[in-house]
């Protein structure tokens, strides 16, 4: 079952477990773990025509993204994981009287590049979020006005 876009381009309705809703999941799943849309699109049993027709419906980039979104996501969490053994054997070089001096200078700088890096970050985060509250009262003032 298909139902017409804006632009008038066809794309699957929300009907649950139906055959062309499976291939567009197996088509995203192979567009996330294959080295090109040819290959995907073979792995995913469909022509390289319907993936970029796929690839072009809103409804289609929405749940690519969210795929490659929660991927990254998955990805970022096990870097996060080993964060510390990372910084450890930084340190570790950066300390090490046996390791040569520009080695140990370059695991320096990553040390202090990354911390300020951090602190950026951090200082962003600050930012946004009294910016978002900033315009989440005016919002509200304005409401009520």
């Given at each position: 079952?298909?139902?017409?876009?804006?632009?008038?381009?066809?794309?699957?309705?929300?009907?649950?477990g139906?055959?062309?809703g499976?291939?567009?999941?197996?088509?995203?799943?192979?567009?996330l773990?294959?080295?090109?849309?040819?290959?995907?699109?073979?792995?995913?049993?469909?022509s390289?025509?319907?993936?970029?027709?796929?690839?072009?419906?809103?409804?289609?980039?929405?749940?690519?993204?969210?795929?490659?979104r929660?991927?990254?996501?998955?990805?970022?969490?096990?870097?996060?994981?080993?964060?510390?053994?990372?910084?450890?054997?930084?340190?570790?070089v950066m300390?090490?009287?046996s390791?040569?001096a520009?080695?140990?200078?370059?695991a320096a700088?990553?040390?202090?590049?990354?911390?300020?890096?951090?602190?950026?970050n951090?200082?962003?985060?600050?930012?946004?979020?009294?910016?978002?509250?900033?315009?989440?009262?005016?919002?509200?003032?304005?409401?009520?006005?």
């Amino acid at each position: 079952m298909t139902s017409r876009t804006q632009s008038g381009e066809k794309e699957p309705t929300a009907g649950h477990g139906s055959k062309f809703g499976r291939k567009q999941e197996a088509a995203i799943a192979a567009l996330l773990s294959q080295r090109n849309q040819e290959e995907a699109a073979q792995a995913a049993g469909v022509s390289k025509r319907t993936l970029n027709r796929w690839l072009r419906m809103p409804v289609f980039q929405t749940a690519y993204l969210e795929a490659r979104r929660a991927a990254m996501s998955q990805a970022n969490a096990r870097l996060q994981q080993t964060a510390s053994a990372a910084v450890s054997a930084l340190l570790k070089v950066m300390v090490d009287p046996s390791t040569p001096a520009s080695v140990r200078v370059r695991a320096a700088d990553c040390v202090l590049a990354r911390g300020n890096q951090g602190l950026e970050n951090e200082d962003l985060h600050v930012r946004l979020a009294a910016l978002e509250r900033a315009a989440e009262l005016a919002k509200a003032a304005g409401a009520r006005a």
